[in-house]
Structures are given as C-alpha cells and as structure tokens.
C-alpha cells in the first residue's frame, strides 16, 4: 500500500494500524482525521486509532494542497483530467476523492483549487469473496452488484474477475478510474493478466469499441448510472453478458432509478452490517429472493 504522498507524521500513525483493515482515510481542513477500519469509524492520532477526536491529527488547507500535488507527482496539470471529476486514482488503485472551490467556463468544468477535503479510499484483494455467489450466475448471465458506497462492490467485482479468469472467459474490463484493475504500464497490479482492460475510458466508448475490437463474453463496468444502461442493454441483447455495481440500499431502490424489466437476470446486495461486504442477499430477475 503505497501512501508516501502523505506527511510522515500521517503515516507513522497509519503504521500502527492493521494494513488489511484500513479502509478509508477523510482529510478535511482543520478537522479531525477519520479513519475507516473494518467498516468502522475512528479518529486518528500520533498513536492509532481512537475514539476520541481530542489531539486527532488535524490537515490545514495548505497540507491538503500538498498532499494532493504529491499524489500527482507535483503536476497538478498532468492528472486534472481526473481531478475535475472529482477524484484521483494513483498507483495501487487507492482513489482521493477531492472537494474544494470549482471553476468552470461555459458549463466545462475546469479545476478544483482551495482543496477543502480529501478522501483516500484503499483497496483491497479479498480472494474468494464472490464465491458464495457463483452458483447462481450459471449459466453466465447478467449481474448488478448493489450496495451503499464503501461497502465492497469493487472489491466483490475484482473477485468476480479472477473467479472467471480461471474459467477462461473472455473478459473487457472498463475500468474507468482505475480502481478495479490498478493498471501501472499496461499491467495489472493486482494480476488481472487473463484479461482485456480500458483504464480511464468512458463506458460508452469501452461499449461500443471493445465488443467490436475485442469479441468479449463478459463485459465488467463498476459504478453505473441510469444514463448508462442504453448500452449495457444493447451490450448484452447482442449476446455479452454484463457484470455492474451500482450505489443503492437495496433492489427496490435501484430497479426505481432503472425500471424493473432490465436486463440484469441476477442482483447482489451487500452492506456492511457485519463489516464490509456483507453479503445480505442474491435475488432473481423478478427481485426475489433465492
């Protein structure tokens, strides 16, 4: 886990905690930091973890700023592509969501300066976490992996992957932000080699490009929108099968944002009422329970 382009007093104090647990840290301006380990919430002091937000390490604007830039390599230009979105993804896959003053031109929106918050979301490769569920995606079909935010839909679709890597499916991965493959030099850090992947490019392009160049069986895309399902639809009524997550608290939620008679034969609800990835249940077509 590479977080160098924090301040050393940061990561002194994310040493003394358990690296496979640490799933979040919140940085915002002159508040405590909160850590998320385990699905649960902390401050973070010199010594760990604690309850209390009293001598919590604290980030000024200008620290914020700093660690930002480091995370670019100190070229803010070069990653602004991304920042404008709202996040930047660095090696790893660790993503930093990014708050602060937006400017924009014309409705384009075109920097966020005065960095008022940063928040570091860390991956993790938990092997077999989706394998419960394998059963009832036989014979392949289409799944939406449902969940709120911060409660394993990445990490349950990564697991998917290497779940059907060994099948020798042919597999696209849109990976979007990067965060699901971890890309560095064209290759997967986290060993996704059996696989066909679009780092940073937009779900309508990998749609439309990747079923026509790269003839895949199973098409892998996290963090979809109602916007997006024109193509997942036409994707797989032309014979792909697609793998998505999407935000929501449950398929009753999310089939309101995206109507009932889609296309997914298989939904996945997972929370983090027993720690992250809870599996809270698998439901059919018609949204019950099996």
């Known amino acids: 886990m590479n977080l160098r382009f924090l301040p050393q007093e940061w990561l002194t104090a994310l040493g003394k905690i358990e690296a496979d647990k640490l799933n979040e840290i919140r940085l915002r301006a002159n508040q405590p930091t909160v850590v998320c380990v385990g699905g649960k919430k902390f401050y973070l002091n010199e010594s760990g973890i604690c309850l209390s937000s009293d001598n919590a390490l604290t980030a000024t604007n200008q620290v914020l700023e ?3 830039l480091a995370a670019c390599q100190k070229s803010i230009y070069a990653y602004n592509f991304q920042i404008v979105q709202g996040y930047l993804s660095v090696e ?3 993503r930093i969501g990014v708050c602060g003053n937006v400017t924009s031109e014309n409705g384009k929106i075109l920097a966020i300066k005065e960095i008022s918050a940063l928040n570091i979301r860390i991956p993790h490769v938990i092997k077999d ?7 009832h995606l036989k014979p392949l079909c289409n799944l939406l992996v449902v969940s709120p935010p911060g409660c394993g839909k990445t990490t349950f679709l990564r697991d998917l992957i290497f779940q059907h890597m060994e099948k020798r499916v042919n597999i696209l991965l849109c990976d979007e932000r990067n965060e699901i493959s971890a890309s560095v030099g064209g290759a997967s850090t986290f060993g996704l080699s059996d696989c066909d992947i679009y780092v940073y490019g937009e779900k309508s392009y990998v749609f439309e490009a990747g079923i026509r160049s790269m003839s895949p069986e199973l098409i892998i895309c996290d963090e979809i929108l109602p916007s997006d399902m024109g193509y997942i639809t036409a994707a797989a009524q032309s014979g792909v099968n697609v793998f998505a997550s999407m935000h929501g608290r449950d ?5 309101q944002k995206i109507g009932s008679n889609t296309v997914f034969d298989r939904y996945v609800v997972l929370s983090n009422r027993s720690g992250v990835g809870t599996l809270e249940g698998v439901f059919d077509k018609d949204l019950k329970k099996i």
């Open 66 to 68: 700093r660690i930002l």
């Open 251 to 255: 398929v009753i939620e999310v089939t």
């Open 129 to 135: 976490c989706s394998k419960a569920v394998l059963k």
């Open 92 to 94: 790893g896959g660790i």
